[in-house]
């Protein structure tokens, strides 16, 4: 069956711009979580959706955004880029918690 | 709230010989703990997971970890390292509190030496 799907891949923004990433996750699984990975922090959950509500957020500042849509496809946006965004983001989805989330391969985000 | 500690970030053994990997958690309730890996540019990939079912737990690639309540800890093995190894792994922890967020560790890249 078909993994988690992301879009773009590769994406190069420049600073003060927004950006919307998109994932379209496992036919089935409602729970779609997002995290940032960067060297210095590693990988940090930005937020968690179940059927279109936000379950959860992490500790990020309200430029991190994301809604889920019906089809449990999610996206999320960041507003007003700084250079400190850069980072891979990656998607992942799962039908129950102790399942494990499937990743998606990632959209890597360049601010300069 | 729920943490992670990976002990070592880079780990180099031989091909042919063990592969061990250090995860220690905290959780205030029992934990669901996963370790997945990940090869350069691209996602995570799931190698195995503990869900209380057993506490040796088997995964794909060879790998297997076991959990130990008394100790916290939820190591990575493999018996015999292969070149195709080579790649960065993480522990990570869920609670048992319908919380699905995923807490990871830090990370450990594995090289292989021929």
């Known amino acids: 069956k078909a993994g988690v799907t992301q879009t773009p891949r590769y994406l190069i923004k420049t600073r003060g711009q927004q950006v919307t990433l998109s994932c379209s996750p496992i036919?089935?699984?409602?729970?779609v979580s997002w995290y940032q990975q960067t060297p210095g922090q590693g990988l940090q959950f930005l937020f968690e959706?179940?059927?279109?509500?936000?379950?959860n957020k992490g500790n990020f500042p309200g430029r991190f955004s994301g809604r889920q849509f019906s089809n449990s496809r999610s996206e999320m946006n960041v507003s007003t880029l700084e250079l400190g965004d850069s980072a891979l983001y990656l998607c992942?989805?799962?039908?129950?918690?102790?399942?494990?989330?499937?990743f998606g391969s990632g959209t890597r985000l360049t601010v300069v | 709230a729920q943490s992670v500690t990976q002990l070592g970030s880079h780990v180099s053994v031989s091909e042919g010989a063990l592969v061990l990997l250090r995860c220690n958690y905290s959780s205030s309730v029992p934990p669901y703990l996963f370790w997945y890996v990940q090869y350069p540019n691209q996602g995570l990939q799931l190698l195995l997971k503990?869900?209380?079912?057993?506490?040796l737990v088997k995964g794909i690639n060879g790998f297997e970890a076991e959990f130990k309540k008394s100790e916290t800890s939820f190591h990575l093995t493999k018996p015999s390292a292969h070149m195709s190894d080579a790649a960065e792994y993480f522990c990570?922890?869920?609670?048992?509190?319908?919380?699905?967020?995923?807490?990871f560790g830090a990370g450990t890249t594995v090289t292989v030496r021929a």
């Open positions: 992942a989805s799962t039908p129950t918690q102790g399942d494990g989330y499937t």
């Open positions: 959706y179940f059927s279109e509500t936000q379950r």
């Open positions: 503990y869900t209380s079912a057993a506490t």
């Open positions: 036919s089935g699984h409602r729970s």
């Open positions: 990570a922890v869920s609670d048992g509190s319908n919380d699905y967020k995923l807490s």
